[in-house]
């Protein structure tokens, strides 16, 4: 079988696969990464929570390789390593759903999925590589009208759908999902959502980035929070309520508003101090 | 895969309906029926556009398909038909070329040339006009790829230094008789396969195209994948067989087929396998839909680009080494005139898509039919080329038209 799973890999099974110590990452004097801690953990879906300009889409390109950490520590498989481009995320087996999917319309399906690694030497290994993926696509019990019509034709759901499994045809260990549910209308988050389900019954560490509580709650193991570039606590879904979360998202308890209406119930002087 | 716990029972059967629904007469009509609904055209208008131009034309002037018109038509065409071929690889990459007429035209006065004052043998003036096409396409590969510059601005300021070194080369005389005994005069004028031959190579092809088919549904079958039968694809390669011989027998009944068509036919289904089945190919492809995905899939995007602009320029200089032939002359006006627009036009009309990513190399055959169907019958019909240039453009501007709406259409039915 030409895809693997991590399991099948022969390694120590690991449960925590990827963890960041104290990572940060400055764009000029702006600092968008303030020594972040992050763990993701081996058929555990981690989501990323946090407000615009958390941090959230710096954290995923430091893991990506877009954007290399100033400082920190990387361990994958406790190993010390360093990403500096996509491809070494890529070979360390970090794969990356970006946002705007990044599909090439005008091909069909097996032609996105395997592109830029297309089998065979000069010439393409055609029924190999569909062969491969009706069976990777099968296994994620995605269901596409057709393998061989050009991706333009399918619906917002179903491209999300290519775009996953293509992360899966490198035969990575961890799966990073930037809004994956964000453009789409009910039924195809479901579908998406089932799909990440998938991804971690395969045994493979998921982090989703994502504003929408009802993923969170409907997917996630753990949520990590993260605000104004700091990791803002992990919370395991199970045992958190929604408004834990969100008020570690909106940092309600420290905010300017919060403190003003807490001092204003508490004694009234308040109000001749603002 | 049998260590992967599983949540949910597997879907039974195929992910790919439309396949197994294909592969039945009734659901490959349906199939392509939605196709073209949302968009996804093909070749489908340029057929129909070319059955009609021909009924057309055929009635007012019985004498225009007749067997020595089409013998014409099929060598007449082949010199801008090689340049289509080139115009069609920048289109794939949503690029073009507009020095390609200037650029035969160099490669013809090189000719020229070379086989008279310079006294090259054949051989070494086509190698030296065919390298020339290539390091110009070099030049427009590196400056698109290095300095960004649009395309058309770049091959526009090639349009008009080639034209300046094709009137260098050709010195104060302006014109060239190339010798009529040279062998690509020759080839582009007397040059027909023998009647049995004809027939022989349209069997040899109906029997490779079975051979392939059957070679790639055998294949199919050994990685799981529903296939045709051999039935069916021996029927189709019969009827491919009926058609071929069909074409053999009335070009037989005047002089016959044209070497030129021959290589012309052959370059088309070299240029569409390696577009279709190579990595290079699906290269040019991923580039034309995506750049910005195709770099991120680890293509290496500039490398694609310079090889769309040597191919394209390449073909262009063998058109022009082509044209020389069948005219067996070199002047100021090869390549100029109509040469550039024709090749683009050409390209367009097959069904290329000016916006990239779609398209085949089967687009300058059938553009370049259309186009030589049109200004063959006018002649015929002794109308003035002030006539053929209207019709020929208002030919284009409806295949560009169809391009768009199709394009518009794709929008409609999920994002294009």
Redesign the interface.
């Known amino acids: 079988m030409p895809l693997k799973t991590t399991a099948t890999r022969g390694r120590p099974r690991l449960r925590s696969v990827l963890s960041l110590h104290g990572v940060s990452k400055s764009f000029g004097a702006v600092r968008a990464l303030n020594s972040v801690n992050l763990e993701v953990r081996r058929g555990e879906v981690t989501a990323l929570l946090g407000d615009n300009g958390a941090g959230k889409s710096t954290l995923v390109k430091v893991l990506s390789g877009v954007h290399p950490a100033d400082a920190g520590e990387l361990y994958f498989d406790d190993e010390r390593v360093s990403i500096t481009s996509p491809a070494e995320a890529r070979e360390l087996g970090i794969a990356t759903v970006y946002q705007d999917l990044a599909l090439c319309d005008n091909l069909d399906v097996v032609a996105n999925l395997f592109l830029g690694q297309e089998h065979g030497h000069l010439t393409l290994a055609e029924e190999q590589m569909e062969g491969q993926a009706r069976e990777l696509l099968r296994q994620l019990s995605a269901k596409l009208p057709s393998l061989r019509a050009p991706v333009a034709g399918l619906s917002g759901g179903q491209r999300q759908t290519v775009a996953i499994a293509r992360a899966l045809v490198g035969d990575p260990s961890v799966v990073i999902l930037d809004e994956p549910t964000a453009a789409l209308g009910v039924e195809q988050t479901a579908e998406v959502l089932n799909l990440v389900e998938a991804l971690r019954d395969r045994g493979l560490a998921v982090l989703i980035i994502t504003h929408n509580m009802a993923d969170v709650e409907a997917v996630a193991d753990r949520a990590a929070v993260m605000r104004l570039g700091r990791d803002n606590g992990v919370f395991p879904i199970d045992s958190t309520t929604h408004e834990e979360i969100l008020a570690a998202i909106t940092g309600a308890m420290e905010n300017a508003a919060s403190t003003r209406a807490a001092r204003r119930r508490s004694g009234g002087t308040g109000e001749s101090s603002t | ?1 049998s ?6 029972p ?2 039974p059967g ?6 197994a629904r294909g592969l039945s007469l009734r659901g490959a009509a349906a199939t392509m029926v939605a ?1 073209v609904r ?1 968009g ?1 055209l093909g070749s489908l208008p340029i057929v129909v556009g070319l059955v009609l131009i021909w009924g057309i034309l055929q009635s007012l002037n019985s004498a225009f398909l007749s067997s020595r018109d089409l013998v014409n038509l099929a060598t007449e065409m082949v010199p801008v038909g090689v340049i289509a071929i080139g115009i069609v690889l920048v289109l794939l990459v949503a690029e073009i070329d507009l020095s390609v007429g200037s650029m035969s035209g160099v490669a013809s006065s090189i000719l020229g040339v070379g086989l008279t004052s310079r006294g090259w043998s054949l051989p070494v003036s086509i190698v030296v006009a065919l390298a020339v096409g290539v390091v110009v396409g070099l030049v427009y590969g590196f400056a698109y790829v290095r300095f960004r510059v649009p395309s058309f601005v770049i091959t526009l300021a090639g349009l008009l230094a080639l034209l300046g070194l094709q009137l260098h080369i050709l010195g104060t005389g302006g014109s060239i008789n190339l010798p009529f005994q040279s062998g690509i005069v020759q080839f582009m004028q007397n040059d027909f396969l023998p009647p049995l031959a004809a027939y022989a190579l349209a069997a040899a092809c109906s029997v490779a195209f079975f051979g392939s088919r059957l070679g ?1 549904a055998r ?2 079958r ?4 529903p296939a045709r039968g051999v039935l069916a694809i021996a029927v189709s390669a019969l009827v491919l067989l009926v058609a071929l011989e069909a074409v053999a027998w009335y070009l037989n009944r005047a002089r016959g087929v044209s070497m030129p068509f021959v290589l012309f036919v052959a370059l088309v289904i070299v240029v569409d396998w390696a577009l279709k ?3 290079w190919g ?1 290269g040019v ?2 580039v ?3 750049v ?3 770099r ?4 290496r995007v500039s490398l694609t680009y310079l090889s769309v602009f040597v191919g394209c320029s390449f073909l262009a200089a063998l058109g022009g080494l082509l044209a020389a032939g069948r005219l067996s002359a070199a002047s100021i006006s090869s390549g100029t005139g109509d040469v550039n627009l024709n090749a683009i036009a050409a390209a367009v009309i097959g069904g290329t898509s000016l916006f ?3 398209g085949s190399a089967y687009s300058a055959l059938l553009g370049i039919l259309v186009i030589e169907s049109i200004s063959n019958g006018l002649t015929l019909l002794n109308l003035t080329s002030a006539a053929r240039f209207m019709i020929t453009g208002l030919v284009l501007f409806i295949a560009v038209v169809v391009d768009s709406l199709a394009k518009r259409s ?1 929008a409609l ?4």
Not at chain 2, 14 to 19: A, I
Not at chain 2, 296 to 299: L, V
Not at chain 2, 413 to 416: F, L, S, T
């Open positions: 895969m260590n992967v716990p599983a949540t949910k597997l879907t195929s992910p790919d309906e439309e396949l196709r949302a996804q790639l294949r199919r050994r990685h799981g994948l089945r190579t990595k699906r492809y991923a034309g839909g995506s910005e995905a195709a991120r899939a680890g293509i990239g990513g779609r794709r039915h999920g994002a294009a």
